[in-house]
């Protein structure tokens, strides 16, 4: 009888490269680790050369920048550059904050493909308190940039409590810039959002509002722009494969190199997070105990284990489970079928309620200052 032959791993399709998580936005939705600040020294522009051979090696077709904001770092075009060559699909996550028109052209010399551009609301006064900062006329300006220099006009806008009923007019302004593509990004409670989620959380009402307002512009506006409506966890009937399944398709470094198979994994306890300065990247995706920990359903909880729709939804989300019930194993508390779902439910009907919750704004002193809350 001939042997049983088990095809290999695939290996990652995606590479973010969280290069730095300095940033001059102060967002109090930021997904980045509230204790950021004692995260460790940047990776050098050799280690990122190092990371994007390796993951291009193991399959990798898109490369991603982002952080923070990847602009204050001055080596984004020799990434660029070096991803290109090997063949990714390069995409760069901004503010703005940074993208002159002499730096636009460098990065398109060197070959980027894409930059997806955050907007935080739809005027001045509302987008700069949001972020702490005066750059809503700068966004303005990236934006027209970016539409000359002949890319795609592709906005991110973080819907919550504070701009959702602003939604008609968010669309009204990205189809006034000229954007073809919009995402609509309901806040998930990662992060900072987590901390200031009583202050996020949008009613039931506004969501069901902002998802009519969502669809009335999408049949005004047919195939000029493309409008993504993203439900936030807590308010989804079933729980979400984290990133298409831990360790399957999708593979982040931190500024401070550690390998994550998600944007916020390095918030769990009890794990070794692999540096790629110490360790290749075909182990850590193939064999780190990191990424094979969550992996597949085998390790799934009960009543994970018996559910018909395990291999669909794999459990859920390990960072939202950790968060809310302080243990990573648990099945996804938004699961209807989790022992655990009052907690959302909880969590949903406070939000019924006016709250005067001051926002805590992402920086580094606060970073500093915070212990872990979860």
Known sequence: M???????????????????????????????????????????????????RQA?????????????????????????????????????????????????????????????????????????????????DLKRRVAALTKAAGYPTVINCVLHRGNIEHLDRIIEMAAEIGAEYLELANTQYHGWAYLNRAALMPTAAQLAEAERVTERWRVRLGKAMRILFVTPDYASTAPKKCMNGWGEVFLAITPDGLALPCHTARMLPGLDFPDVRAHDLAWIWHDSPLFNRYRGTAWLPDPCRSCPDKEADHGGCRCQAFMLTGNPDATDPVCPKSPDHALIQTALQAAEQPTAQPLVFRDPKQSAALARPF
């Open 2 to 52: 001939e042997a049983l032959l088990i095809p290999p791993r695939p290996g990652p399709l995606w590479l973010l490269a969280e290069v730095t998580y300095r940033c001059p936005l102060h967002c109090p939705f930021c997904y980045n680790p509230v204790d950021f600040a004692q995260a460790g020294p940047e990776l050098s522009t050799d280690d990122w050369l190092h990371v994007i």
């Open 56 to 136: 291009r090696a193991l399959g990798a077709a898109q490369f991603g920048l982002s952080g923070g904001e990847p602009l204050l770092r001055d080596d984004i075009e020799i990434l660029v550059a070096e991803a290109r060559r090997l063949g990714f699909y390069t995409n760069l996550i901004t503010s703005g904050v940074g993208l002159t028109e002499a730096r636009l052209a460098a990065l398109k010399d060197a070959g980027l493909d894409h930059i997806q551009l955050s907007f935080q609301d739809a005027t001045r006064e509302a987008n700069d308190l949001i972020t702490n900062t005066r750059t809503f």
